[in-house]
DNA sequence: TACTCATATCAGCCTTGTCTGATACGTTCG
DNA sequence: CGAACGTATCAGACAAGGCTGATATGAGTA
């Protein structure tokens, strides 16, 4: 039901005043940025940004377990923040545009300057 | 347990080797990527990005229950993407950075080319 | 002071997303 | 072809985050 960029991409378009801007694509935009939201994800960006690492690399440089990094890879692979190859019997993967750290290190820039209230941000029973 | 800016940034720092980008913050940078993680808050802050507004005036606008808006805004006040003044009985809300639309905007342009993938990201069990 | 308006917070429910351990798949090597 | 390796997927349990309707707060007004 959700799952077409047409019938998302269209659906503003049924009467209202068309903003300024860009009629808005807020949830695609939502699910792009929920792709950053998380460190593991983070992480490995951050790893792949220096150099095309297998997902046993990832796995040993993390620290993690593997299907969890496997998983993360497949949400990036999804959201076209990564592509791979094959080598012999692994895979490597690496960024597919060099805007992503980009984006990362201008929303660190901005992080700098408030990072006191994001790590204080504690609404009642949820953060933030 | 995780909620001090100065226990998280010092960490990493307990004899590891230092990366050469920034020893990465990447629980606080994926909070602060959650932030905008939903339609909701980057609506507002399209609007925002506009002109001042007021609570009742993004209400309207958004043609969204007021708790709902409210609690988007208290996080996005949490996490300083926005600032507020008091005009007679309302309140106003601005952005506090003009950088955010720029974070926005990048990452829109980079959404532009894979949303396929983003749209039809849709893993097993979960979503991107 | 009592009242009204604008906004903030609450509690309960539900959805979305993450982790773990086990298992399946495909490729390479013997 | 069969075994081993590297990676992907699964199912179930659990936590984080969002929504709704009701209520609290607090500045302005009568």
Same mark, same amino acid.
Request: with cysteine; aromatic share 6%; hydrophobic share 40%.
């Given at each position: 039901?959700?799952?077409?960029?047409? +019938?998302? @991409?269209?659906? +503003?378009?049924?009467?209202?005043?068309?903003?300024?801007?860009?009629?808005?694509?807020? *949830?695609?935009?939502?699910?792009?940025?929920?792709? $950053?939201? *998380?460190?593991?994800? #983070?992480?490995? @960006? !951050?790893?792949? /940004? !220096?150099? !095309?690492? /297998?997902?046993?690399? $990832?796995?040993?440089? #993390?620290? $993690?377990?593997?299907?969890?990094?496997?998983?993360? #890879?497949?949400?990036?692979?999804?959201?076209?923040?990564?592509?791979?190859?094959? !080598? %012999?019997?692994?895979?490597?993967?690496?960024?597919? *545009?060099? %805007?992503?750290?980009?984006?990362?290190? $201008?929303?660190?820039? @901005?992080?700098?300057?408030?990072?006191?209230?994001?790590?204080?941000? %504690?609404?009642? *029973?949820?953060?933030?």
């Amino acid at each position: 039901m959700t799952s077409s960029v047409e +019938s998302y @991409l269209t659906r +503003s378009g049924s009467g209202a005043f068309r903003l300024p801007q860009a009629p808005a694509e807020p *949830d695609l935009l939502a699910k792009y940025f929920r792709g $950053l939201g *998380d460190p593991t994800r #983070l992480r490995i @960006l !951050e790893l792949l /940004s !220096e150099a !095309e690492a /297998s997902v046993g690399d $990832l796995v040993a440089r #993390l620290g $993690l377990a593997q299907p969890k990094v496997s998983n993360h #890879l497949a949400c990036l692979r999804w959201c076209g923040f990564v592509a791979w190859r094959r !080598e %012999r019997r692994t895979i490597l993967y690496r960024l597919t *545009d060099e %805007r992503v750290p980009e984006l990362i290190a $201008l929303a660190r820039g @901005l992080l700098r300057d408030n990072a006191q209230h994001v790590a204080a941000c %504690r609404r009642i *029973d949820r953060s933030c």
